[in-house]
């Protein structure tokens, strides 16, 4: 995928139901543009639906941040190999941009 991919990817708009679950905060200490998916080949939908998912995949990527008010925290990136030799993942995605709220990403794709 090349430069202009990743921007064609951005300029999409995809809801909490084309995501699949990533704890953002699991690796950020270490690497702030990684984030650690999963021990297996599959990583939970936002509809509760597995997901198989291989090397090289641009995935959208969603976090609850609110118990009680429905409130998440989005993101986008390349499925890659486990970068660390002490963790337990197979996969991690190498994030492309930054973190946003997802209130802020529709506001952004609505104003269009």
Known sequence: MDVNDIVNHSLKFKGLEGRVFADFDNERIQD???????Q???VKAFSGESIHINEGDYIYMFMPIDEVLPEYI???GFVIKNPYEFKPYKWCCKIIGELEYIKEYEFRFNKS
């Open 74 to 76: 989005i993101a986008e």
């Open 40 to 42: 297996t080949d599959y």
């Open 32 to 38: 702030i543009d990684i984030v650690g998916l999963t």
